[in-house]
């Protein structure tokens, strides 16, 4: 089968009007089932009560860069992950947010990713060896986030003799299984004082997490380094300036490590996969990748000497954006395209309708990386950290991440596809593969 008639698997929206009740039980399932099919389609359509999903990138960008900059995080995303993450970057508002913004830019700073990149590359060559010893089948969804689990566990709690790495595995994976779980009754927006199921469940892994967080930001001040060695060492350095409470400090490392760990984790699931789908863009990547660094650890200068991979990687974010879905609350009435937006209405903007919305891509179902090369897109179109005061501030630490790790396996890893079925998206907390994504690898000759 030729290469472009290969169209990769895709999520399946909502065919009909979804109800509220609807619309909570199935996004707490997955959010996918629940955003129209027409926003595939139409770049605005009216949702309803006071829903509004946007696909229009000037609406886009008025909402996240002019008037409605300032428009705060939708209250369900607040009540859905907030008892996980705090009052950290992501779900802080006002003041409190721009000191946070302003404080911890620098640690994302393009100066700071080489130190961050040579950990991404040991953790990149163990994967690789790893996989050249036991050729054949493989689950890339499991894979994936071991990769960015290890990668956390170097950049963030490295180097404390009071934690073992497998506390930390054990913990980052029971702190995302709980976090991942939504309420029912959040997604409705019903008030908080409603008994939820997840008050059954244990909130111990966020209390262990957090403990573990305040314990290893602690040891790490005590050391005193004279030297930023890692991404918690350039946090701590920040702080020696800038003085933020304990609380917030806790709140602002598990938001880095969730930020860190999921996103990165699903474009490498998924960007395997669609090399496995295409083995001709997967052999160029390679040769792309051998002749900038043939052995020894990838580096961080190597990345801008391979445009195939970094295209691949925007690819990989357009057809499987890990944030495939945010919202908005309007403070405010405003009009934008002669669309009356009043106060207290919810803006959706479901990225994953957006970034492969027939108006505006050309085979908008189809892997073409090509599209990357030196192509210049309208502002709003291609949003997979978001964009405006609030687009992700680890954008470039997360391309750098995932560049770096696929570099370091595509070198000698050959993917290929199996008999196994593969699995569709499932959007909840981000968006993840519905099952084992199974792919056979092997050594590349």
Request: with cysteine; hydrophobic share 40%.
């Amino acid at each position: 089968m030729k290469q472009f008639d290969v169209t990769p698997v895709a999520a399946k929206l909502a065919e009909k009007p979804v109800t509220l009740i609807q619309f909570a039980r199935s996004a707490g399932r997955n959010m996918l089932e629940v955003i129209p099919v027409e926003t595939l389609r139409q770049t605005y359509v009216r949702g309803p009560l006071n829903i509004h999903y946007i696909c229009d990138p000037e609406m886009i960008t008025e909402l996240l860069v002019g008037q409605g900059r300032a428009f705060p995080k939708a209250k369900f995303t607040k009540d859905i992950i907030g008892s996980a993450v705090g009052n950290g970057l992501i779900l802080s508002e006002g003041e409190k947010w721009r000191q946070q913004r302003r404080r911890y830019s620098p640690l994302f700073a393009a100066r700071n990713l080489p130190v961050m990149a040579k950990h991404f590359a040991e953790t990149g060559a163990e994967v690789a060896d790893s996989l050249a010893e036991n050729e054949g089948p493989v689950d890339v969804s499991q894979v994936a986030p071991a990769s960015t689990l290890t990668n956390i566990s170097r950049v963030i709690f490295s180097g404390n003799e009071e934690v073992s790495s497998e506390q930390i595995r054990l913990g980052l994976i029971a702190y995302f299984n709980y976090i991942s779980d939504l309420s029912l009754f959040d997604l409705m927006g019903l008030p908080k004082w409603l008994p939820r199921k997840k008050w059954l469940m244990s909130k111990a892994p966020v209390t262990k997490m957090r403990d573990l967080a305040r314990q290893v930001i602690e040891h790490r001040r005590s050391e005193n380094r004279g030297e930023p060695r890692d991404f918690l060492d350039f946090m701590i350095e920040a702080l020696k300036t800038d003085f933020e409470d304990e609380e917030t400090t806790v709140d602002n490392l598990l938001t880095f490590v969730v930020a860190g760990h999921e996103t990165s984790a699903n474009a490498l699931a998924w960007g395997y996969y669609l090399l496995a789908l295409n083995p001709d863009i997967q052999n160029r990547i390679r040769t792309e990748i051998q002749a900038v660094r043939p052995d020894g650890l990838v580096e961080f200068s190597d990345l801008e000497s391979m445009p195939l991979l970094r295209a691949h990687v925007k690819e990989t974010l357009r057809l499987y954006p890990s944030a495939a879905f945010f919202a908005r609350d309007a403070s405010e009435t405003v009009e934008i395209k002669g669309v009356t937006i009043e106060k207290g209405d919810a803006l959706f903007f479901p990225v994953y309708s957006l970034h492969r919305n027939e108006k505006l891509w050309d085979d908008p179902d189809q892997y073409r990386p090509e599209r990357f090369l030196g192509a210049t897109l309208p502002r709003g179109q291609y949003i997979p950290f978001g964009d405006g005061p609030r687009i992700c501030i680890g954008a470039q630490y997360a391309e750098t991440e995932i560049m770096v790790l696929m570099a370091s396996v595509l070198r000698c890893i050959n993917f290929s596809l199996g008999e196994a079925k593969l699995p569709e998206p499932v959007l909840t907390f981000t968006m993840r593969t519905s099952g084992p994504l199974i792919l056979e690898a092997e050594r590349a000759s």
